[in-house]
């Protein structure tokens, strides 16, 4: 038999009355959170943390068969962002840090009972990249939520899993990228899917050509990428990426592969962020830098200006 669960302390950044009961939404939260990197001022801080807090309620008090869908809202990017701030990575308060420690034991007394995952959601938030790993997660997490473990628990696994982005890479890749028919097809489907960008089989030609596009970046030395760019590679990464290409995700291996890509920008040197962030652009249209702008070189700069314009 295990041991009851230690109650959770109602008093909680001094929270006294029912917070949930409080105004508030999903897209506050995505923009609270989303803002936490930029925080100046204690107040803003505070007001991150006190978002982060308010998620965490939220998951605690959710009917299980509706998690799925509440992931798939507002509510799961507003959980992605909590993990990408580094004012919330910050080390915890003293009320924060307790009220972890009751998620965890809570969690750790609801293995193997549907309340598991209701946990594990609300103790998410409050969890540095790789802190904490679990044994056998593709058998605790189900598909809806199994990526984000990866990325938030163990980032090596999943960059190895998707890495390289294709086969077809190095000079090989370039040549082909360079073929009048390869650069025909490409204007074919890139005209193709701004007039019906529900045409799956259209879709999935431009997202095998973008999987080379991406992986020739990755590949390339940093000295190269300006006279790369200058080469139909350049042109062909523009207009994968004007076109909205880049809010396309064929699959659950490309959403990997995107979640993937953003995470080695915060972990690339600052020579190599340049390839990076155009790998990672042809995937996610929104992507923070982990560096200032002024650090890019110049001519990157307005580049990245002028196809994200």
């Given amino acids: 038999m295990k041991s009851s669960p230690p109650a959770l302390d109602p008093n909680f950044l001094g929270v006294t009355a029912a917070p949930l009961a409080c105004n508030w939404s999903a897209s506050d939260l995505v923009i609270v959170l989303g803002n936490a990197s930029n925080l100046s001022n204690k107040d803003q801080k505070r007001l991150a943390r006190h978002a982060r807090y308010r998620l965490s309620l939220f998951w605690l008090a959710s009917p299980r068969d509706l998690l799925p869908m509440l992931y798939a809202s507002d509510l799961g990017e507003a959980q992605r962002l909590c993990g990408k701030n580094n004012h919330l990575e910050e080390n915890l308060l003293a009320d924060e840090l307790l009220w972890r420690q009751q998620l965890q034991a809570l969690l750790q007394a609801s293995v193997g009972h549907p309340t598991f995952l209701n946990y594990w959601l609300a103790l998410m938030p409050y969890l ?26 163990e980032p090596d696994k999943i960059v190895e899993s998707i890495f390289p982005l294709t086969t077809k890479r190095g000079e090989s890749a370039t040549r082909w990228l360079h073929e ?15 007039l019906d ?19 020739v970046w990755l590949d390339a030395a940093p000295e190269q990428l300006q006279a790369l760019f200058e080469t139909p590679i350049g042109l062909l990464t523009r207009s994968l990426v004007s076109c909205g290409f880049n809010s396309v995700t064929m699959n659950e291996r490309e959403r990997g592969q995107a979640k993937g890509l953003q995470h080695q920008i915060q972990k690339s040197p600052l020579e190599r962020i340049p390839q990076q962030l155009l790998a990672a ?3 996610e249209p929104e992507l923070k830098l982990s560096c200032s702008e002024a650090d890019l070189p110049k001519w990157f700069q307005e580049e990245l200006r002028s196809m994200l314009a």
């Fill in 180 to 194: 009048e028919a390869v650069l025909a097809r490409a204007v074919v489907l890139l005209n193709g899917f701004q």
């Fill in 281 to 283: 652009l042809l995937y």
């Fill in 197 to 215: 960008p529900e045409n799956l089989a259209q879709s999935k030609e431009l997202a095998d050509l973008r999987s080379v596009v991406a992986q």
């Fill in 128 to 153: 540095k990249v790789g802190e904490l790993r679990l044994d056998q997660p593709q058998d605790v997490f189900p598909s809806w939520l199994i990526e984000d473990y990866w990325c938030l628990c």
